[in-house]
């Protein structure tokens, strides 16, 4: 893939930036200046004074926001907190075991292996769709480029142009929706 590529709307390659390069210039930590005009009692007049103060600030511009790619997916809590309460409620049966509960046990059991092996299809999903659709997703996003001057979105290899404010829609089309578990909900 070339390192740069030409705006197909304006034809020029000179303020053609890959999308990711705008998206972590836009992150910056600075600095910010503010200043303020107020009004001080000296002695018996009344005096203006100038405020000054300073900010620091972690930005992230409106345009790296724009062009932000989806978050990675990562295991759900339920299958990292379902596995904590079976941890738990194993001790306990462990603990109790001479009590005479063994009924309440058995639901304990039965009803928290439902639970844990719906939280397992859920992370094989993750595991076995959801991340590889996403690493697409990313190589894809990693190759977008961006015309200022247009302010476009675009793939080198694509006629598909999007505003900035629209790169899922341009990458959906070269990688496929975002695939939800369970179907088409
Ligand atoms: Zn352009």
Redesign the pocket.
């Known amino acids: 893939m070339a390192n740069t590529a030409t705006?197909p709307?304006?034809h020029?390659l000179d303020?053609?930036i890959r999308v990711r390069s705008v998206y972590s210039g836009g992150i910056a930590s600075g600095t910010a200046k503010s200043s303020a005009v107020g009004v001080t009692f000296t002695g018996d007049r009344l005096a203006p004074t100038v405020l000054r103060g300073t900010t620091n600030s972690i930005s992230q511009s409106d345009l790296s926001k724009r062009l932000e790619p989806l978050p990675a997916p990562t295991s759900s809590i339920g299958l990292v907190a379902g596995i904590g309460v079976g941890l738990a409620m194993l001790i306990t049966i462990l603990l109790m075991g001479k009590v005479q509960a063994w009924p309440i046990y058995v639901i304990l059991v039965v009803s928290y292996g439902i639970f844990l092996s719906s939280e397992l299809r859920r992370e094989n999903f993750r595991r076995t769709i959801l991340m590889p659709w996403y690493e697409k997703y990313f190589h894809a996003w990693e190759n977008l480029y961006y015309?200022e001057?247009?302010d476009?979105v675009f793939a080198a290899d694509s006629k598909m142009v999007v505003r900035s404010g629209g790169i899922d829609n341009l990458l959906f089309e070269f990688v496929g929706r975002k695939p939800q578990y369970g179907g088409s909900r």
């Open positions: 705006c709307e304006c020029l303020r053609v015309c001057t247009c476009i």
